[in-house]
């Protein structure tokens, strides 16, 4: 193929690339573009308007949306921390030991993802109301274990499983204890595995909407749920819903810039292994 064809066909395939972009990205472009317009050009421009940040001085400055975050923060983290100390060694002893219906016991935490919240959000509003935990952080926190540790644990149970025994069993014999060989060894084998189990898990909480709804009132308000504060009973503020969305998106998207380098070998580990 002559170097012109190759020029031309790496020009083609990157200008592809590049509307794919764009195509990709459009509805994040048009939520910005609808965070800076006023109600009243909400439907009488598309491109061509006078900018404004008369939205984001009412979502930011003239509302609770911080303490929304914030509460989003405290019970996104607090459930994905708790998956990880208890989510971790399931993995582990799901991966390592042979017992009875282990495969039925995987299947069934992994269900638990997968059913659907409305299913179990009102027998759970029951149970919450007699311990007394409606409306608290330890709530929900609880229950978004629903979200975050199945998912965890079928993700860090490959890793487990990718790693020899041998392994184990030559760090026993050098007399090292399992504490040891698992804090020291293992775990820092399936941190990428981890980091990037752990940044799904925290998105797939933080995006939770039917938990905080029913169970969750005003002592504890997750965004998702503050969120549809804007919308009034007979009009939508559409300029600060986009700026609440888009505001609302940034801990995910901070979160994995800053794990970035172990996110990505963590989700392409599997591909290119062998």
Request: hydrophobic share 55%; aromatic share 14%.
């Amino acid at each position: 193929m002559s170097t012109g064809k190759k020029r031309l066909g790496l020009i083609v395939q990157n200008l592809l690339l590049v509307i794919y972009a764009i195509f990709a990205l459009f509805p994040l472009i048009w939520m910005l573009i609808l965070s800076i317009k006023s109600d009243a050009q909400m439907y009488t421009t598309t491109f061509v308007f006078t900018p404004t940040l008369d939205n984001y001085r009412a979502v930011l400055l003239e509302s609770d949306y911080i303490r929304y975050m914030i509460d989003s923060l405290i019970v996104a983290g607090g459930a994905v921390l708790v998956s990880i100390i208890a989510g971790v060694p399931a993995a582990y002893a799901l991966a390592r030991y042979n017992f009875k219906k282990k495969e039925d016991i995987a299947f069934q935490i992994l269900s638990f993802k997968f059913a659907p919240e409305i299913l179990v959000v009102l027998p759970l509003f029951m149970i919450f109301q007699k311990l007394g935990i409606y409306d608290s952080y330890f709530g929900l926190i609880w229950v978004y274990q629903l979200i975050s540790m199945p998912l965890l644990i079928w993700v860090v149970r490959g890793y487990f499983e990718d790693i020899s025994i041998e392994i184990e069993h030559a760090a026993q014999v050098d007399g090292y204890t399992w504490y040891q060989i698992f804090f020291k060894m293992l775990i820092p084998l399936i941190k990428p595995g981890l980091v990037s189990a752990s940044l799904l898990a925290f998105i797939f909480a933080w995006n939770s909407f039917t938990f905080p709804l029913i169970l969750a009132g005003t002592n504890v308000q997750p965004i998702t749920v503050a969120i549809t504060k804007f919308l009034g009973t007979d009009s939508a503020h559409y300029g600060q819903l986009a700026v609440a969305a888009t505001v609302s998106a940034l801990p995910a998207i901070i979160f994995a810039l800053c794990i970035q380098k172990h996110l990505v070998r963590g989700l392409s580990f599997g591909a290119v292994k062998g």
